[in-house]
């Protein structure tokens, strides 16, 4: 079976393999913007429309100057 046929809802956002569904994109943003900071490394946002359209990183989050 698919997603798709297993009620994936879509769209959604992953923020290091996180899911979050669509209406939770800014606690999809504060969480890439956390990891960045305790990672000390940028963070991506990647979007997720469908099965058959390729992923898209649509935010990266950078680690704050004051937390490297």
Do not use: C, K, W
């Not at 046929?5 to 994109?25: H, I, L, M």
């Amino acid at each position: 079976m698919t997603d798709a046929t297993q009620g994936t809802n879509y769209p959604y956002y992953t923020v290091e393999g996180r899911r979050f569904s669509a209406e939770e994109y800014r606690l999809a943003v504060y969480f890439a913007r956390d990891l960045a900071n305790r990672m000390g490394r940028p963070v991506s946002l990647v979007r997720v429309l469908d099965h058959m359209t390729p992923d898209a990183v649509i935010y990266t989050a950078e680690p704050e100057a004051d937390h490297v």
